[in-house]
């Protein structure tokens, strides 16, 4: 039987909390489905780990999750525990550094019976993809910003083509998946390119790379004005692709469009490895009281259900990934499913065994 290697990270904070249930919910979903299945790795890294060790991400660590099929991961670091310079652990950042994971994928998608944020009516209907660049952009300054005699500070942000190039081309490639499945699939570059020479660079690489998908309509927009249109016209929205710095900050207002960070779920994809991973941090606040929304960590789980039904052109594990996404709508499309999140009483459990009930009906 066709069998998949995934590697875990379960990392820090609620990461521990919501990556077992996450695992359960998986192997539900593919008995169900049947014809393949999954063999984990659970591997060391975060911030318990870097006070524990002094390391924050073994070099096994990094080497089995190289080979694996796919990398599940679901949130590392503490506020408290940072290198001498200062800054968090983030094995994160680095993973996707080392495996050259360009493409972030956030999908903005109202889950039916979840109040939107919003009081537009069409926010229920909210289904767009923010494409974050995960491997350069400001982000390439981590670990080597400067200061200099205590009075200027510099981080500088990188831009590079070959690295633009591949971006636009999976982002445009998404516009004509979402374009074959009735989505909206208008694909807006977002920079600040009246400012920045980088971000003019950006966009002149956007251009170059829109011009080979006649089929796909394309856009551009500055960074202030997608905010502003990520709150006034969401539902406008198809794919945005943006630079790393610019792409982290509009994840979380996407995030807040459908519910808060519990609901939202990514993956950052190369052209040869591919971490999932919900979009929210360890959220220390929360940790250790079972109140953590697993349900962007499920969603997640699902993408990669369905990034590996692609990659290998397997229908199974593509069936599977849908069927955890409906089993996750069905779960909580009576609206009585409330999580703490959004003032009800649900918490990590709760989710779980609605999404497993949920999954049994399919
Ligand atoms: P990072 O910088 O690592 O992304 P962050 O500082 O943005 O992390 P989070 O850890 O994502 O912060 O938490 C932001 C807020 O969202 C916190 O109040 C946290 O409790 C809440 N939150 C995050 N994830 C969840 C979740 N799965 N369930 C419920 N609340 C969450």
């Not at 516009?175 to 002149?204: E, H, I, P, Y």
């Not at 945005?240 to 710095?245: A, C, D, K, R, S």
């Not at 999580?339 to 999404?355: C, H, K, P, Q, R």
Request: with cysteine.
């Amino acid at each position: 039987m066709r069998s998949f290697n995934i590697a875990v990270f379960a990392g820090d904070g609620i990461g521990e909390e919501i990556t077992k249930p996450c695992v359960d919910i998986l192997d539900q979903v593919i008995s169900k489905v049947g014809g393949f299945k999954t063999k984990y790795e659970w591997l060391s890294a975060g911030a318990a780990y870097y006070l524990e060790t002094g390391e924050s991400l073994p070099q096994s660590s990094m080497d089995k999750a190289r080979d694996a099929d796919a990398i599940l991961l679901s949130a590392m670091g503490l506020p408290d525990v940072r290198y001498p310079d200062g800054t968090e652990i983030s094995p994160q950042i680095e993973i996707r550094m080392e495996l050259g994971l360009y493409a972030g994928v956030r999908p903005v998608r109202a889950i039916p019976g979840i109040p939107p944020a919003l009081f537009n009516p069409e926010s229920h209907d909210l289904d767009f993809v923010i494409i974050r660049e995960s491997t350069e952009g400001l982000f390439a300054s981590h670990g080597k910003g400067e200061i200099i005699n205590n009075k200027t500070a510099t981080d500088t942000m990188v831009i590079t083509r070959d690295v633009s190039e591949r971006l636009f081309d999976f982002s445009l490639k998404l516009g004509q998946k979402r374009k074959a499945q009735g989505l909206s699939s208008t694909v807006t570059c977002v920079d600040k390119a009246n400012v920045f020479k980088s971000f003019a660079f950006f966009r002149s690489i956007f251009n170059e790379r829109a011009a080979g998908f006649s089929d796909i309509e394309t856009n551009h927009m500055y960074i202030d004005a997608t905010a502003l249109n990520m709150v006034q016209k969401p539902h406008r929205l198809g794919i945005l692709v943006t630079e790393n710095m610019f792409g982290d900050i509009l994840s979380d207002l996407g995030a807040g469009l459908i519910g808060g960070m519990g609901y939202a779920p990514s993956a950052d994809i190369g052209d040869d490895n591919a971490v999932f991973q919900p979009c929210h941090g360890t959220a220390p606040d929360i940790a250790g009281k079972g109140l953590a929304n697993p349900t962007a960590m499920f969603l997640s789980g699902a993408m990669m259900l369905s990034w590996l039904g692609e990659k290998h052109d397997f229908e199974p594990a593509t069936k599977a990934g849908q069927m955890l996404q409906e089993a996750v709508d069905l779960a909580f499309s009576g609206g009585d499913l409330v999580t703490t999140e959004l003032g009800g009483s649900a918490g990590t459990m709760d989710v779980y065994n609605a999404v497993s009930s949920a999954l049994d009906t399919l």
